[in-house]
């Protein structure tokens, strides 16, 4: 067949376009599409395009190729459509001359070569067709990273992925367009206008289009978005299977609770990473802070013990690469355990250095801390318990008054119980227990004791921010004369003091069915005895289910920073005897036990090594051009010279300070 | 001759005296059973803290107050706290108080003495600790008050003895459709309208009085007498709620009574959408309706019954 192709396209033979075939292109092309995607292929860059180059190419052409086919052809095509044809072949034999670098590159140069072959006799507008197909193949190769780089380039412009493969997949249009024009079939006008759908939704959404970039340095965003694609199947029926489940498992059922409305909610917290505002190149230390914070209930008369460490990611053509920070510059340690008092913020480094053997090489990275804490949880749930025959007197009681006889309008309308179903409360915090029992009231009958719903949902709240790694502990208190069984669970006295009126379990999965890591809830499902001995003397009895989870929970934060190349252009200023750096150094303490800082100049080399230094580095140049001045007893401001200083605060004894004291003026 | 006339228009004088029923109870005395309300539960000038710290105390006062002429000696008040967050001074989360018991009585109203009687209960609250984690917890006081409580009304109805008009002569007064006691009778069940009709049986008149009670407040009415088993968790028999007794109904001094020359029914009243009728008919042959003329009554009619009163109260309760 592509042999009668070849043949049809030299002979200039006219023939319609098979639905099939377009299809199959069609196909083609949306799979060529979706591999740009994976590999993330965006074209050639067109500083390629050499004058060199492209007169080897044009020669190769006029020398061989014109000549041979010129007495193939002759006669049959106009010279505009010849010359069309021949630059179109030009096209692609520089394409092929530049270097196929890689399999989509191939795909590419077929899949234009297909669709010449294919279309080029269906249609009767030849001229055209061959100019758009040249226009295409030029955008498809170069076009596209042209385009991406006229908002960084002029200053103004759609973004890059606004104007990427990803939103216009001009072969996969071109097609489309072509079909409807050639075949008519329906088919093709319902894809088209699809795709326009999709693409104006992407447009619309460019956040996910951001992340849907086929730039080369947003590899980890197409990463992501091909991870969130792949788990749209997952996420549906993991959904469908849950749905299911909870109808016919209680252990999936979540039951719904509220936490306590606190301005100041508990847990531990990474409040910001920060850098620094300076610029991270090869060879040099990498330093970033994590500032943590934690909120009890006891205030500063709490510490907390946290586990952290932390890491850079980078992800390449070849994966993704780890490469562990040091949190302990004295003990050179990858991960500590930190005690952070209650309100109190805590400034944690994460160093990546040549001297801990976890230097970053040149490229882009994403710097996580991961902080791990036991914490805990409680949660109270109010239930009422009624008489069952009494019950059933102020239901009847309620219709005769005309009103819906309800449990709700019994507690209600006749006890003035406004709380008809009573909430679920938990204490602040990462992770939400909830309370799941039967509806109230419970109606209790005279000899028979009846059995209701105890299940305790424990739900990781902070989703987008952390997990639960590992429930430690489970308590469940009933009121004293209630009794307790679970299905799943071993139930014992708690160790712990219930309180009074309360009997406490402590509830514990046999060994090896532990709950471990939980990313949304895990229910546990229980039953409670309750009979007549619950009834104060009262119609309503009002009585609280109450649970406490011990538990340790993960948190991770992270931030994006760039280390670049190092300049060899700067390195040859340095050379050449430049101390142009205003450099800052910070020595390890001295004997008085305070970290010494001194601003010098010098040369960018110097500045960066740390032989017996904490770390140095570029600083701003006017602490190297200033002095640091006191005013009075609490103000320190930058100023050229004494006369300056003085001006400042007048009334007030001003001073310099020396240069180790020039820290001060830095806030 | 001069005599005999003389001592028979003496005679009729007299008949005509005691049938028409000069007014039994004195105008001023009929004042005080108006008002719709019985007793009421108030606790809202007491300053009841809307926020509490764990391990406080506080007092929760609730007033009692009577606001008919009826006295309530027979009553029961009961008031729940959040168990294992708060408690009264014996421990307890329950308090519990039967009047007859305790000998406390709340007098009605008397035309000597107009005040509202009242009874102030001081109960002095423990705030127990939360739990650890917790910062704060909204508790709930719940207060249910049962009592037995009576009402008497009094109305002014015409006994037209020529209810069509076929006498020539005058008539002092004329059959009224219905008669309005929307005032109400010092309590929260009512008598809301009376509607007199004057039935004929040959010479003979029998007046027929349909009686309309009404619900007008907020609680439950439950028969007299079982305070006690409605202010309890117990199981209750077919006719607690909603259900009234009728003591008496008369008129003319007496002259004609329930049991006697009045019957009524039914026999039972009970209240379906807050409301029931009553219908209570004068024996036959008892007027004659050639020999008496048209006159006034006054109608007293009397019912007992029981009633509940709920209210809660919320308090939140803060971590220290």
């Known amino acids: 067949m592509a042999k009668l192709k070849l043949s049809d396209w030299v002979s200039n033979k006219s023939q319609s376009l098979n639905t099939s075939y377009a299809i199959l292109l069609l196909i083609f092309s949306g799979g060529v599409w979706v591999l740009d995607l994976l590999n993330t292929w965006d ?59 890689d399999f989509n590159s191939i795909l590419h140069v077929i899949l234009s070569l297909s669709i010449s072959f294919s279309f080029a006799n269906i249609t009767d507008d030849k001229e055209s067709f061959y100019m758009t197909l040249i226009i295409l193949t030029l955008i498809d190769f170069f076009g596209f990273y042209f385009l991406g780089t006229i908002r960084s380039s002029f200053g103004f412009g759609l973004d890059a992925y606004q104007l990427s493969r990803i939103v216009i997949p001009i072969w996969v249009y071109f097609i489309l367009v072509f079909s409807q024009q050639h075949n008519g079939d329906p088919v093709f006008d319902w894809i088209f206008w699809g795709l326009i759908v999709l ?74 990473l920060d850098v620094g505002d300076r610029v991270f190149r090869e060879g040099s230390p990498v330093y970033v802070w994590a500032k943590l914070k934690t909120k009890t209930l006891d205030g500063v008369e709490d510490i ?102 309800s449990k709700e309008g019994v507690l209600r309308d006749l006890y003035k119980i406004e709380d008809t179903d009573p909430e679920s409360i938990a204490s602040s915090g990462p992770v939400l227990l909830a309370i799941g029992t039967d509806s109230v009231p419970w109606d209790i009958g005279e000899s028979e004791s009846i059995k209701t719903l105890f299940g305790l949902t424990i739900k990781n709240l902070w989703e987008s921010g952390g997990k639960v790694n590992k429930v430690n502990n489970i308590y469940l208190s009933v009121p004293d004369t209630f009794g307790l069984s679970c299905s799943e669970m071993d139930l014992s006295t708690s160790p712990r003091t219930p309180e009074e009126g309360l009997k406490e379990f402590k509830a514990e999965y046999e060994s090896g069915h532990e709950i471990n890591e939980i990313d949304d809830y895990r229910t546990i499902p229980c039953l409670m005895n309750v009979d007549r001995e619950s009834l104060d003397s009262i119609p309503v009895t009002t009585r609280f289910l109450k649970a406490h989870v011990d538990y340790t929970y993960v948190i991770d934060k992270t931030i994006h920073i760039e280390v670049e190349e190092y300049d060899l252009g700067r390195e040859e200023e340095v050379l050449e005897g430049q101390t142009d750096v205003c450099c800052k150094y910070v020595s390890k303490s001295s004997p008085q036990g305070d970290p010494r800082t001194d601003y010098r100049w010098s040369d960018t080399n110097y500045c960066e090594s740390i032989s017996d230094y904490i770390r140095a580095y570029d600083a701003s140049l006017e602490f190297c051009e200033k002095e640091c001045c006191q005013t009075g007893s609490s103000g320190f401001i930058l100023v050229n010279d004494l006369d300056e200083c003085n001006e400042l605060s007048p009334g007030t004894e001003n001073k310099l300070l020396e240069s180790s004291q020039k820290y001060r003026c830095e806030s | 001759m001069k005599k005999c006339l003389c001592i028979l228009a003496c005679l009729l004088f007299i008949s005509s005296c005691t049938l028409t029923g000069t007014t039994e109870e004195p105008k001023l005395e009929r004042d005080i059973y108006k008002g719709t309300q019985g007793v009421i539960l108030d606790n809202s000038k007491y300053n009841l803290p809307q926020e509490v710290y764990e391990g406080e105390q506080f007092t929760y006062a609730l007033r009692l107050e009577n606001k008919g002429p009826y006295e309530v000696n027979t009553a029961r008040l ?59 917890h909204d508790s709930t006081i719940q207060t249910l008050f049962c009592y037995d409580y009576n009402g008497i009304a009094f109305a002014d109805v015409c006994i037209d003895t020529d209810p069509h008009n076929l006498k020539p002569e005058d008539k002092s007064c004329t059959s009224q459709s219905s008669i309005s006691l929307s005032e109400g009778q010092g309590g929260p069940v009512v008598i809301s309208r009376i509607e007199p009709r004057m039935l004929i049986n040959n010479q003979f008149l029998t007046p027929q009085f349909k009686i309309y009670f009404q619900n007008h407040g907020q609680g439950t009415v439950i028969s007299p007498g079982k305070v006690a088993d409605v202010c309890n968790n117990n199981a209750l028999e077919k006719g607690t709620y909603n259900t009234l007794s009728l003591k008496n109904v008369e008129f003319s001094n007496g002259r004609f009574k329930l049991g006697q020359n009045i019957n009524c029914i039914p026999s039972e009243l009970v209240l379906r959408n807050e409301e029931d009728m009553i219908s209570c008919t004068v024996s036959s042959n008892e007027i004659n309706r050639d020999q008496v003329s048209p006159f006034m009554a006054v109608l007293k009619v009397e019912y007992e019954y029981g009633y509940t009163e709920s209210s809660s109260d919320q308090i939140r309760i803060k971590d220290v």
């Open chain 1, 304 to 405: 907390l013990t946290v586990h952290v460490d932390c890491y850079a990611e980078t992800t390449s053509l070849s994966g993704k690469t780890k490469t562990k920070g040091v949190l302990d510059e004295e003990e050179k340690k990858f991960s500590v355990f930190i005690p952070v008092t209650s309100g109190v913020e805590k400034s944690i480094p994460c160093i990546f250095d040549a001297d801990y053997g976890n230097e970053l090489p040149e490229g882009k990275y994403k710097i996580t801390y991961n902080v791990e804490f036991d914490f805990g949880a409680d949660v109270r749930k109010k239930v009422y318990l009624m008489d069952r025959y009494r019950y059933i007197n102020d239901l009847e009681v309620l219709d005769d008054k005309g009103l819906t006889p």
């Open chain 1, 199 to 272: 693409n104006v939704l992407l447009l619309l959404e460019s956040s996910t289009l951001h992340v849907m970039s086929a730039r080369p340095e947003n590899l980890e965003g197409v990463s992501e978005f091909w991870s969130d694609i792949k788990k749209i199947p997952q996420t549906l029926f993991g959904s469908l299977y849950k749905i299911y489940n909870q109808a016919f498992n209680d252990t999936y059922v979540d039951y719904s609770g509220t936490q306590e409305q606190a301005q100041d909610p508990q847990g531990v917290f990474i409040e910001e």
């Open chain 1, 43 to 101: 074209g050639y860059d067109y500083a390629l395009i050499n004058p060199s180059r492209v007169l080897g190419v044009g020669f190769l052409i006029l020398g061989f190729i014109v000549p041979i086919l010129m007495s193939l052809v002759s006669r049959r095509f106009s010279f505009r459509e010849f010359l069309l044809r021949i630059i179109y072949i030009w096209v692609i034999l520089f394409i092929i001359g530049l270097g196929v670098r």
């Open chain 2, 78 to 136: 009961l008031i729940s706290l959040d168990k294992g967050f708060m408690e009264f001074n014996d421990g307890s989360h329950l308090y519990e108080d039967n009047f007859a018991g305790t000998g406390t009585i709340l007098d009605g109203k008397t035309i000597y003495y107009t005040a509202d009687d009242f009874l102030v209960k001081e109960l002095l609250v423990h705030v127990k600790e939360l739990d650890a984690l917790s910062e704060y």
